[in-house]
Antibody, heavy 120, light 111 residues
């Protein structure tokens, strides 16, 4: 079955950096686009970034553009999110999520999430 | 990339039907039949896809869940409400900026 397992979350000071990872299994990772979605405490879901299956097409929310970088290693079935210049408002649970594909532009599987806390 | 507009909360009794709206603009909901809906019981648990491409149901999702769209507003209807339907519901739309945007979320309470 499809599994997405995030790791790398933690506590970091404002202005600091963190790299999240997402290990995928149970499907052909190299054939699907993957999203990062976050949820701040007490808030709703917030789309962060997307990378197409081949890694050459990357898209970002305006709130993270220029600070976050999404990447993937298809040989390791792993997705990454490099987060630089972190702000207090980046505090959230970060989910990696598999695109349904087939032109549906929706998400069919999600990980359990990893907590990121930005605080001094 | 403004969030799509959903009611903060809706409620209904077991067996009743409820509808959750998701209002966007001509740059997202109105331009594409690419609206999906997610059920989220609590943070730390994976959300679940309930509807994709406005009205399609994934395998395994109850036919009590249905979706529709008119203009810039998409809707999720849950018929025959059950206690286990109590959760937060989010819409998601593809947008003309080649990005995605979520709705603010709706808390469904089954009375």
């Amino acid at each position: 079955q499809v599994q997405l397992v995030e790791s790398g979350g933690g506590v970091v000071q404002p202005g600091g950096s963190l790299r999240l990872s997402c290990a995928a299994s149970g499907f052909t990772f190299s054939s699907y686009g993957i999203h990062w979605v976050r949820q701040a405490p007490g808030k709703g879901l917030d789309w962060v970034a997307f990378i197409q299956y081949h890694g050459n097409d990357k898209r970002y929310a305006d709130s993270v553009k220029g600070r976050f970088t999404i990447s993937r290693d298809n040989s390791k079935n792993t997705l990454y999110l490099q987060m630089n210049s972190l702000r207090v408002e980046d505090t959230a649970v970060y989910y990696c999520a598999k695109d349904l594909a087939g032109g549906s532009y929706s998400i069919d599987y999600w990980g359990q999430g990893t907590q990121v806390i930005v605080s001094s | 990339q403004s969030a799509l507009t959903q009611p903060a909360s809706v409620s209904g009794s077991p067996g009743q039907s409820i509808t959750i709206s998701c209002t966007g603009t001509s740059s997202d909901v109105g331009s594409y039949n690419l609206v999906s809906w997610y059920q989220h019981h609590h943070p730390g648990k994976a959300p679940k896809l309930m509807i994709y491409e406005v009205s399609k149901r994934p395998s395994g999702v109850s036919n009590r869940f249905s979706g529709s769209k008119s203009g810039n507003t998409a809707s999720l209807t849950i018929s025959g409400l059950q206690a286990e339907d109590e959760a937060d519901y989010y819409c998601l739309s593809y947008a003309s900026s080649s990005t995605w945007v979520f709705g603010g979320g709706t808390k469904l309470t089954v009375l």
